[in-house]
């Protein structure tokens, strides 16, 4: 092992990651919200507006859409569209649950 360099423990790509994930809004808060919704992403979406088929990850998050959006509408949880029970894609345990975070290239 003489003469070599001893391999870092921390690469570049490792630490440009964990300032990533220290400087990057994981989408906590108000200035979050959009993001959770669904409505600018889409791609965690779990429950779609029957009324506008903007999505949401959770009932929660559809409620306060609906309630912005709809207010003259009672929100009916049942006629929501369930996205991840509706195609048959979504029965497989085997398929790998898309990440949270995007693309890590900017
Ligand atoms: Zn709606």
């Known amino acids: 092992m003489t003469g070599?360099?001893?391999?870092?423990?921390?690469?570049?790509?490792e630490i440009a990651a964990k300032v990533d994930a220290a400087t990057t809004s994981r989408g906590g808060g108000?200035?979050?919200?959009?993001?959770?919704?669904?409505?600018?992403?889409?791609?965690?979406?779990?429950?779609?507006?029957?009324?506008?088929?903007?999505?949401?990850?959770d009932v929660k998050s559809m409620q306060i859409h609906?309630?912005?959006?709809?207010?003259?509408?009672?929100?009916?949880?049942?006629?929501?569209n369930n996205l991840h029970t509706a195609g048959p894609a979504t029965s497989d345990p085997n398929k790998p649950k898309p990440g949270v975070r995007g693309s890590l290239k900017k």
Do not use: Q
């Open 66 to 80: 609906h309630d912005a959006r709809h207010p003259k509408i009672p929100f009916d949880e049942s006629k929501l």
């Open 30 to 57: 108000k200035a979050g919200l959009s993001d959770r919704s669904g409505v600018e992403k889409g791609g965690h979406a779990k429950l779609e507006c029957p009324l506008c088929k903007t999505t949401a990850p």
């Open 4 to 13: 070599k360099a001893k391999p870092k423990k921390h690469t570049a790509k």
